[in-house]
């Protein structure tokens, strides 16, 4: 039996031993990033960027938001064009880490828009108390711009017009994961082996939930793919969303008339729910390392899971999100001018050659497929006077035309 590398912190003994002495994995992942004290990000404890625990694209200079920007105007101009009765629009960002990615768009749009501020409201959305000081403090230069902070409850009782941004969000939602064991599927869970007087976590098996049976099948009968696959081997495990329909189904209520773009690390369910990927996508970070061994350091580690792409449409068009389409990052990338970013570099930097190298490497990277280039963009969109037709709008989206 595989042990964690190092002894469980007291605070997660005290939880596990109050639960009976095994928690789900569900449960062991919310603790782990979201105890109110002790979690990775509701702690503050996990650092963003690149001298910090994880690079997200955002946080790796202005040039992710410098092109986003594109996108974000060009659908900003569809709803000022279609809903002229409206005078406001805003850009809700969900999960916004350490805010990089409101702190390059405000002036990215300004430099494209110069008159878009004056009617856009920036607002936040973030569960932990610490991200929200270090988010305001990074923004606080933006003084004469709308920028506020609100809990999704907040935002869906007043809808709004604009977009919202999920930015590496999704896959920190705590997960389920379920295993094949003894042909039979379990719910995992996470127990504690005392050892040389020492507690560690362990794997263990717990009987599956109606709610989880179901949720399963359902994604079995809607695209006639197979949790487990055939001819499953022992062991094998994979993560299930139980978090996702609901958090769509808020979204959907947070924005009467505009659009959501998720850009997070997913799979199509072939490639996800495989026997050729035996432990399932969760990995975590922690001091720029990936990790599979998801037990060691809880509270300190970031832990994620991919989305499965046909799993995030199903539950997406169940709640009035109508697809606009999906692309890999380094295609969108290039299908906003990045290329055409890179050759100004040389132009643009002619004296000052280093910068020109740096700026040049983090394009890169946002495009490499063996890097952030593989992350994916999904972009829905929603209309309340449309809700009931099945009638696709069309919506002219830059970043999933062919590139230039
Ligand atoms: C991996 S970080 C990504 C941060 C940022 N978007 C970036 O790309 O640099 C995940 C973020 O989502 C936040 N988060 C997780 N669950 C959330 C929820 N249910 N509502 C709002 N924020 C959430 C975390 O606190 C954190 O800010």
């Not at 828009?113 to 933006?142: C, G, T, W």
């Amino acid at each position: 039996m595989k042990l964690s590398s190092k002894p469980t912190p007291q605070w997660l003994v005290k939880r596990i031993k109050q639960a009976g002495g095994s928690i789900s994995f569900y449960e062991y992942m919310s603790l782990a990033l979201y105890d109110p004290e002790h979690g990775a990000y509701s702690s503050g404890r996990l650092r963003i960027g690149k001298d910090g625990d994880f690079v997200t694209s955002p946080s790796m200079g202005p040039e992710f938001s410098e092109l986003l920007a594109i996108q974000i105007n060009q659908w900003f101009k569809h709803l000022q064009r279609d809903f002229v009765n409206s005078n406001r629009f805003s850009l809700i960002e969900i999960g916004p880490g350490e805010g990089h990615l409101i702190e390059d768009l405000i002036p990215a749009l300004v430099s494209i828009n110069p008159i878009i501020i004056e009617y856009l409201d920036f607002v936040l959305v973030e569960e932990s108390q610490a991200l929200k000081n270090k988010q305001k403090r990074r923004l606080s230069k933006f003084s004469k711009i709308s920028i506020t902070w609100k809990t999704l409850d907040q935002v869906t009782s007043k809808p709004l017009n604009g977009i919202i941004l999920a930015h590496e969000m999704l896959d920190a939602l705590p997960v389920e994961r379920v295993v094949w064991k003894d042909n039979i599927l379990w719910r995992q869970g996470v127990k504690l082996i005392q050892h040389n007087d020492n507690e560690f976590l362990s794997f263990t098996e717990l009987p599956i939930s109606k709610e989880l049976v179901d949720l399963i099948n359902k994604i079995n009968f809607s695209y006639e793919i197979k949790i487990p696959p055939e001819d499953v081997n022992n062991g094998w495990c994979t993560e299930v969303h139980v978090d996702l329909a609901r958090w769509l189904f808020k979204a959907s209520q947070a924005i009467e008339n505009g659009f959501l773009l998720i850009i997070d690390y997913a799979l199509e369910a072939n490639r996800f729910y495989s026997n050729h990927r035996p432990f399932g996508t969760i990995m975590s970070y922690k001091e720029q390392r990936a990790n599979k061994s998801i037990l060691d350091r809880p509270g300190e580690c970031d832990i994620t899971s991919h989305l499965c792409l046909e799993t995030l449409i199903l539950f997406a068009k169940e709640n009035n999100w109508k697809l606009i389409g999906e692309a890999r990052q380094g295609q969108a990338l290039l299908s906003l001018g990045l290329a055409q970013k890179l050759y100004s570099l040389q132009k643009l930097y002619i004296n000052n050659l280093p910068k020109a190298l740096n700026k040049r490497e983090t394009l890169l990277r946002l495009v490499d497929p063996l890097s952030l280039g593989e992350f994916r963009w999904i972009a829905f969109h929603t209309n309340r006077f449309n809700e009931f037709s099945d009638k696709e709008m069309k919506v002219d989206t830059r970043f999933l035309e062919v590139p230039d």
